[in-house]
């Protein structure tokens, strides 16, 4: 019941987060709109051939001088843009006070029917001069739309005579970041249009607005002669920054790349320009404008709907189900590979639907859900398995080796159920055992001392490489390597273990021999291949084992060590898996007891790196090759020649194998062999 209970502590975590999520808060709506951020960022950008940017930038004021200029200067920048044959002139600048030097007048005939949209901003700390525009509604969208206690508009002789006059306020995200804006604000029961729309209604020639609105809210908004805009509940439309916009300066007289553009007025001279906070970054005022009309122009306001909120905390939920229904029954990898694959999955659902649809996707909460319920899940189930794993060390430790321990603590079925998989496997075998014993005489004690003494030799090179030892038998042993500890180079493991068993029985023989006992010699076998591992034996008596074709082959593998003369033979899957690392020779083509296919054996001398480094045996590697070349055309008499110059390479360590190999080529000499004959040799003992 209490690992029950652990394990719905996942759960538990989920219904907590889940709930946070209902609440909306702070974190959540932040990185909601960080994550659309992120989209927005993604797009490429696009030169806009429907607007154009005319900049007071620090050149116009080195040519006007001090800003704010005479008004006229503004008026004549009307007339050369006019004489381009611009399209609508957009001023999103507050002309709230009279020209103190006197240009109002000449302004003001400046706008006269001269297509140009002047700016107003809704305030908190006056009301003047504003100038209200006619809406016709369908439904009550007062109560929705932004309300500010006044309007500061322009002065009335401009107000009045200008073709527009629209709002410029902003509305900041909880992190002050502009990414909507709202296309109508209200004070009262009035209702004024944002600079986009204003600028729309002047280029289509309508005097007013439509909105309408349902029970949750705005639905949308229209010029008359032009699209349906949707919106949000408060009128907002989302914003899209993919568009550059051709600049030209204000102190310029050549307007004429402008032609049929709407042109945005802004102020980027330093110190003059106002800066806000946009998805892509710091940007000018007006460029709120310029962005929020090519997206009006375009009708690809990005999309996101009242009810994504729902979908996403539902599939949130969702995903947080299967991950700790995952964690409770699947390995760590499979946890790890969805928790992946949802991270993945998210980012490209919303990143699809944005490029494809104009949707604005949240998998933030979603990423979030999948992370701290994944986390503590796991950490949950890490706690239960430690718990078994002190409990199964506690159990078993008196009698097991600490491999089959840390393995029962991984997965306590595997001894019971087994595991199939590829090992490699050796078996090894003391040579030299009747003198050694006849060393002692009746001194069973010492005899018995000094065999535990050579299996602790021949058993740490298999411990260093995390190789496992299976069983003694009387002065053999039988170890294998990846079983049950993972060792993806267990071929490789194997071999090297194999080289530095020998490498310890030489420093065995130093010690024994300085005591006055005769040497004694290894041989050993190693074959790779599946096995079948677990607990075998019967009701009473039973001991972790391994079984398969592999294992017998490797077990007859070593029988043939004194019969070829070698120290370590190797069988040909494992020979293939590490012939790059080690130096090799072929030893035969030989068919073990048992079996009607030949298979490659070879020995192994050293590492290709010593080889490399000390010795010359890789001119004559090629003449043993050619060697047994000459052996399986039945060229005999060749290979026996071969055979005796061979005798004293490899510092004398194939010596005994040359002699058996000639008394092989004499016998072969007798038989009576077909012409297709390929040189695999039938074994008749084991």
Known sequence: MKIF???????????????????????KETLRLKSFDILFQSEEKVVSSDIGIVTIDEQSIERYGQYPWNREILGNLIHKLRQAQVGIIVMPILFSE??????????????????V???QVGTTQTNKNSVPRGVAKIGDPLPWLFEWPGMLGPIPQLGSIADGVGVINTAPEIDGVVRRLPLIMRIGEETYPAMAIETIRVATGNPSYQIKAGDSGIIAVRVPGYPIINTDQHARIWLRWNNEFETVSASSEDFSSLEGKTVVVGITAEGLGSIIGTPIGEQYDWALTSSALQTVINGTSPKRYDISLFIELVISVLVGIIIVLLTRFTPYWVIGSMMLLIYGGSVFTSHWFFTNKLMLVDVSWIIIVTTIVGMHSIFNRFIIEFREKQKIKKQFAGYCSPTVVRMLQENPDLIKQGMKREISICFSDLRGFTPLGESFGDDVQGLTKLMNGYMDAITQPVLDADGMIIKYIGDASMHVHNAPNDDPHHARSAVQTGLNMLDAVTKFNEKIIA?????????????????YLGEMGSSTRHSYDVLGDAVSTAARIESKCKEYGCLLLVGENTYEKTEEEFFYLKVDDLAVKGKSVGIGIYTVLATNEWVWKNTNWYAAQKVHEKMHHLYKTQSFDIAIKFCNDLMNEFDGKMKGYYKMWIERCEYMKTQDLPKDWNGVFIATTK
């Open 98 to 115: 009279p020209d103190r030097l006197g240009g109002d007048d000449f302004f003001m005939l400046s706008l006269d029917q001269m297509g």
């Open 515 to 531: 005591e006055g006992r005769p040497p004694i010699g290894m041989g050993a076998g190693i074959n790779t291949g599946l096995g």
């Open 5 to 27: 209970t652990n394990w719905m502590m996942g759960f538990l975590t989920l219904i907590l987060i889940t709930f946070i999520g209902l609440q909306e808060p702070f974190i």
């Open 117 to 119: 949209v002047i700016a």
